[in-house]
C-alpha cells in the first residue's frame, strides 16, 4: 500500500517556476514507476512526466519537455517536478500516481496503482 500527498501548488505568472512535491508513505516506495499526471478545467487527465524506480530513465509530455524536470528521492520517499517557464497552459490539478509493472512515456491513467489528491497550479498571463 502507498499513499501519495502532493504539495507545491500555487499561482505564478507565466515564465515563472514552480516546485512540485510528492511525499509517499509505505515501504515499498522504491520499487514503484512514479509519474505525474495534470487535468485542466473539462478537459481528461493526461501524462506529464515518470521516473523510473532507479532514477536511471526519464519520460515526458511532448507539451513539457524541456520545460519541466522529474526526479525522485527514494531515501525521503519523495518524488519532485520542477517546472520551469511555465505557460497559461499549464495550468492545472497536478497528480502525483504509482505504477508497479510500466514505467515510459505516455501511460494509462487507468492503469496507475495509487494516486494522490492533487494541488492546483494556476499559471497567470
Known amino acids: 500500500q502507498v499513499q501519495l500527498v502532493e504539495s507545491g501548488g500555487g499561482w505564478v505568472q507565466a515564465g515563472g517556476s514552480l516546485r512540485l512535491s510528492c511525499a509517499a508513505s509505505g515501504r515499498t516506495f522504491s520499487s514503484y514507476c512514479m509519474n505525474w499526471f495534470r487535468q485542466a478545467p473539462g478537459k481528461e487527465r493526461e501524462f506529464v512526466a515518470a521516473?523510473?524506480?532507479?532514477?536511471?530513465?526519464?519520460y515526458y509530455a511532448d507539451s513539457v519537455k524541456g520545460r519541466f524536470t522529474i526526479s525522485r528521492d527514494n531515501a525521503k520517499n519523495t518524488v519532485y517536478l520542477q517546472m520551469n517557464s511555465l505557460k497559461s497552459e499549464d495550468t492545472a490539478v497536478y497528480y502525483c500516481?504509482?505504477?508497479?509493472?510500466?514505467?515510459?512515456?505516455?501511460?494509462?491513467?487507468?492503469?496507475?496503482?495509487?494516486w494522490g489528491k492533487g494541488t492546483l497550479v494556476t499559471v497567470s498571463s
Open positions: 500516481a504509482a505504477d508497479e509493472v510500466y514505467c515510459g512515456n505516455y501511460p494509462r491513467a487507468g492503469a496507475m496503482d495509487y
Open positions: 521516473i523510473s524506480w532507479s532514477v536511471s530513465s526519464t
